[in-house]
């Protein structure tokens, strides 16, 4: 059958649907059923998988019913759209779910089947190379809340999460495969893109925290058509997503103070940690940002924001300043508004150091791994710390940094207080500082590295993140990488602001590079004083006058739009 500029042809003993573009070119054969495991085992089909189409005007629905071995039944719904194919997944019954396997499933006795594909390139908008941006289509990528760089072979923590949309390439046709679901249901931690030789599957991890007791659905997945490159597809990703109406409303108008130019201190402590050998978080001190600030200021420097980093608090969890390394931080926050300047300070998403245990989730000994959002004690501890932090009668501060979404606590043998789980529970937590803070100061800044439409309503700017280094010879990647990054922001988040970052810079030769183009991405982010980190290199006239050029130029209204590049 003809659709749009495309043909499908319906194997039912098979059970897929081949797809071949109007040259006759094939794409796709895409499987007609799914996978939804359990914790009691895998998702089996077995026996005949009933095919019913119904075909309309450039329009044809196919139903296949299968017998599963976990679930009284399970019926995968497919739509061939002229611009789009669309599937999801109904199942009855009861069970903890651990995977849905989308385009994809098992079938005895043949074993797991993925769909066939001729695709021959791929992408993720989740930075997890410090270089390159398009991959061949048989690496693996995955979309999660869930990472931590520190952990070998976990790379995927810039962005959590990144959009739910992959896109993959045959000659010069970009596909889209996106996930389309309100956050409320988005209680999976993971979106894998699964390829093999000659095909692929899509898979959501579930991790037995979703319990069925009656139906469920999957999210549904949307493969679009026909765009130009990357970047448009993540434009109709954010597109579909709002057709579909599960993007939530932004409540917070913007406001002037948020385009001011960044000094974040995080760089200028591990700058210090680097020559002196000692860990950056002890020096997070008010000795040190009157230091930081007073050298900038020599220079003629002199940022509109000020983000105090990584450990001003004595606890992460209850926000309180460390008397030691903050023997007045509402005087300081006071001196820095009298000169005209605002201060964010940086908040640890989960870290639960000073929290009470009904505060958190716990592992399967009792112990803390993560606050919950879902308890009472964790609501109370929040709002809590954020009145603390923002009030008149607090700190006063005007924001947050908030950093480490990605460390949403992952396992089936987790214990929690409520059903969400995974990015649905990430957004719940963000959503009780949000809200807090803007019922406190409406102007209130909220930063977070969560380029997602499903997250608009909890942040007003992304942060691009850090730097990923790379001893490679390729000069200027940082700057391409980090164009790619606000790339993604720009077709997911058009509505939010950019945080440029600028730490860890691999070099000084690359953060030179980075300077030239930062204003031209979003908000310029200055993370260094006297010198980088990395390669101990010392700054002199020429480095403090290109950081005056750059913020210059971004208050000049040289800002660029172009996107990815």
Known sequence: MKIGDYTVDVHTSKAYAAVHGADGQPWFALRLHASLDTAAGFDESYGDIVIQDARHHEELVITASARS???????????????????????????????????????TPRGFLPSGSHLQRAYSPNPDHPTRVIRDALEPATISVCGEGSEPGIERWLFSPAPWCFAAA????????????????????????????????????????????????????????????????????RQLLDGYGVVPERSAAKADWWQGTIFCGWGAQ???????????????TQLNYDRFLDTLAG???????????DKWQESYATCRPDPLKWPDLKGWIAERHAAGQRVLLWWKAWDYEGAPVDACITDAGGEPVG????????????????????????????????????????????????????????????????????????DALVVTHTPNAAFVDVTDMIRLNDVLRADNGEPGYVARHMTYRAGVVKASCPELGIDTDGWMMPS??????????????????????????????????????????????????????????
């Open 69 to 107: 071995t976990l679930w009284d039944t399970r019926v995968t719904t497919t739509r061939f759209l002229p611009d789009r194919i669309e599937t999801s997944t109904t199942v009855t019954g009861r069970g903890e779910l651990t995977e849905a396997h989308l385009l994809g499933g098992r079938r």
């Open 170 to 237: 045959l000659d010069d046709r970009w596909f889209g495969l996106s996930v389309v679901a309100p956050i409320a249901t988005q209680t999976f931690t993971n979106y894998h893109y699964l390829p093999v030789t000659g095909g692929f599957s899509l898979r959501l991890d579930y991790e037995g925290q979703t319990v069925v007791d009656g139906s469920f659905t999957t999210p549904l997945l949307v493969v679009h058509l026909d765009s130009t490159g990357p970047e448009e597809v993540l434009v109709r990703h």
């Open 270 to 284: 591990c700058a210090i940690a680097a020559r002196t050998d000692q860990a950056p978080q002890p020096l997070a």
């Open 299 to 309: 220079q003629g420097i002199v940022p509109q924001t000020v983000v105090i980093d």
């Open 371 to 442: 606050l919950d959002a879902d308890s009472p004690a964790c609501v109370e501890l929040i709002t809590d710390a954020v009145e603390y932090m923002l009030s008149a009668d607090g700190l006063n501060a005007d924001g947050f940094k908030i950093d480490f979404t990605a460390r949403t606590p992952s396992g089936s043998s987790l214990r929690h207080a409520g059903p969400r789980w995974g990015a649905a529970l990430l957004h719940e937590q963000l959503r009780l500082v949000y809200d807090t803070a803007k019922q406190l100061k409406p």
């Open 508 to 565: 000084h030769t690359e953060w030179r590079e980075y300077l030239k183009i930062q204003h031209g991405l979003g908000v310029p982010a200055l993370y260094y004083v006297d010198g980088t980190d990395t390669d101990r290199h010392d700054f002199g006239p020429d480095d403090f006058a290109a950081i005056l050029t750059s913020w210059k130029s971004f208050g000049d209204g040289g800002r660029d739009t172009s996107g990815l590049t």
